[in-house]
């Protein structure tokens, strides 16, 4: 029998301002927060997190909504999930752990969550690692018609009236195998125990919810958040590696270190050989080039 996802990982709770986040630690270095995307949590960085943590101190958290963290009710503005509210959260657990600075590796919707803690928290973020991902300003500001059949779920997830909850709610299973396998090319095969825990997670009525709201933040108030950073300058300080799937639709569809680069003033990246989910489909890869970014910020900061 093959060893528990993340066996060694200590598991435990932070509250953040009351919102619960489910927290796994492993590893002695250097603190970095990695950063789930939809539909999934902390285990899909299942295969990179062990790797990493023979130099780093790892901290993997769930999202806030997602997997066994908290799932707050919302408002008519979608506030509680925000960018700016998941962010506060994570800043809040690396408190909690003792970090106050620290790099933060996001992939999907964990990369848009690290992009506004960067913005936020310039003083706490000391590196920012965005995977299969442009700023989602961008995004909208540049969608056309490949956009909106490539990533209709943006739309579907953000419409209301219950309606992306109740069907997805029909059959969560069906609904997060079809989303992932339509965006894995080649690589590693995905697990099939992990794949389980995204299933277990996400049958939660709550957590569908939780997530249509993530969705409903982004096309609204988080839209509002960015614009006032973009009128007031603000860019994000830290150093910026960008990676992404060659067959991804951000890889096929956008100039991405062009696009990141006009967010951020220290941007490099490369894209690797799979789809969308990054960690899973290219983990050896993913975790090369973390190390190495990892690393070479940290021997800048040394020679400061």
Known sequence: MSPPLLAGFERRTVRADGVGINVRTAGDGPPVLLLHGYPQTHVIWHHVAPLLAATHTVVLAD????????????????????????????????????????????????????????????EAVSALAVLDIVPTRHAFRHADADFGKGYYHWFFLAAGNGIPEHLIGQDPEFWIR???????????????????????????PAAVHASCEDYRAAASIDLVHDDQDAAAGRRIGAPVLA????????????????????????????ALSCDHYVPEEAPAETAQQLQAFLGEVRRRRTRA
């Open 243 to 270: 990676l992404w799937g060659a067959h991804s639709f951000v890889g096929r569809h956008y100039d991405v270190l062009r696009a990141w680069r006009g967010y951020a003033d220290d941007v490099r990246g490369q």
């Open 178 to 204: 079809a989303r992932m396998g339509a965006r894995h090319h080649g690589g590693t095969p995905f697990s099939e125990e992990a794949m389980r825990e995204y299933v277990r997670c996400f049958s939660d």
């Open 63 to 122: 999202l806030r909504g997602y997997g066994d963290s908290d799932k707050p009710p919302s408002d008519a503005r979608h506030t509680p999930y925000a960018k700016r509210a998941m962010a506060r959260d994570q800043l809040l657990v690396m408190r909690d752990l003792g970090f106050e600075r620290f790099a933060v590796v996001g992939h999907d919707r964990g990369g848009r969550v690290a992009h506004r803690l960067a913005l936020d928290f310039p």
